[in-house]
């Protein structure tokens, strides 16, 4: 293929991007990755990575995109927006309720766009053989080793902010992401400016001050890590700052001036279910395992078990100085998983200092 059928081929690979339902697109090579390498591993040496020794086992395929497979020339980026109605942090007034992160409130996005992802890239290889060329891809949604906020931002979706996460100029920072890496030699996409400038919005918002610097983040420190990845018990230092928030966290992602810009989302299935915005503590504190596994059915809070999240559930009705939650609270200090357990008795223990 020529040049010229090369960029006609972008073009039309973008516009069956938009299509599908994706927000943002954008397509970099495959032949870069020393600076992303030299920052996970410093990132790593000072131990930041917590209990995730995943980060540590490829550094190299995670540090570029042909350290995980050689023949990639190319890489699509693709950006599909979850941008909320109204204020995302509302719910952390409510001492009652929980506060689950936005991207969580309905259907497990790594599904969502995993699925539209795998048409885009059939109609890569397809579209690539009717102009005589066989193009192998792979598809990928943040469930391998894969620099994604660095490949989106190569591929001009965004810049990573100073809270490490992607922001866009169309859609802030509300933008998850998706790759897909091919054989095919694909024209870049030109850049779009954008940048943080002087302000420090997400990094003084964050409760527990989880980013030593700017565009540095320390993930013991981060809720999001300690609700989500964090198997064990929560440390106490953290307890008090975590509120209500019983998965993940949104402040730092929430205050961005770029939200501005950013529309709610367009697709329905990364729209809030209503009972997922602020559900009843008590209730959430009551569910076994099989009660969990219903309510959370093709969500990605599912991933994390009945018990990890009742631990959640647990340190938030002991912030909410409610004295109606002590029940709910004292039924499982004599929880089977010690845990579980322990963050019951801590939760009874604050509540009667609160109340």
Not at 258 to 281: I, M, Y
């Amino acid at each position: 293929m020529s040049s010229t059928a090369f960029l006609t081929l972008a073009e039309r690979i973008r516009e069956r991007a938009f299509a599908l339902g994706f927000d943002a697109f954008g397509i970099c090579d495959a032949e870069t990755g020393s600076e992303t390498g030299d920052r996970l591993r410093a990132f790593l040496a000072e131990g930041r990575h917590g209990t995730m020794g995943w980060l540590a086992e490829r550094v190299e395929q995670r540090a570029r995109p042909q350290g995980l497979w050689p023949e990639a020339r190319s890489v699509i980026s693709v950006g599909m927006s979850y941008a909320p109605e109204g204020d995302p942090l509302a719910t952390l007034k409510q001492a009652d309720a929980g506060n689950i992160s936005v991207y969580a409130r309905h259907r497990d996005y790594h599904d969502v766009i995993k699925g539209l992802l795998k048409h885009l890239a059939q109609f890569v290889a397809l579209e690539a053989r009717r102009g005589g060329v066989d193009a192998a891809v792979k598809v990928f949604v943040d469930t391998a080793p894969v620099p994604e906020k660095t490949l989106a931002e190569r591929a001009g979706l965004g810049w990573q902010g100073k809270h490490t996460n992607v922001v866009s100029r169309d859609h802030g920072s509300w933008l998850l992401l998706g790759e897909i890496y091919t054989t095919l030699k694909l024209p870049p996409t030109a850049h779009r400016a954008g940048q943080c400038g002087s302000c420090t919005r997400c990094l003084v918002a964050c409760p527990t001050d989880a980013f030593p610097a700017p565009y540095q983040m320390d993930a013991r420190r981060c809720i999001s890590y300690l609700t989500i990845e964090h198997a064990g018990s929560i440390p106490e230092e953290f307890r008090e700052a975590m509120g209500n928030r019983i998965y993940g966290c949104d402040d730092c992602l929430a205050v961005c001036p770029w939200n501005r810009f950013a529309a709610e989302s367009r697709h329905l299935k990364l729209r809030a279910r209503e009972d997922l915005v602020a559900p009843k503590l008590a209730e959430l504190a009551g569910l076994d395992d099989t009660a969990f596994r219903k309510l959370f059915s093709g969500s990605p809070v599912k991933r994390i078990g009945r018990s990890r999240f009742v631990r959640n559930v647990l340190i938030a009705i002991g912030n909410s100085g409610e004295p109606a939650l002590r029940g709910p609270a004292e039924a499982l200090r004599g929880d089977s998983d010690p845990v579980v357990a322990e963050a019951a008795c801590w939760a009874v223990q604050r509540l009667g200092i609160l109340s």
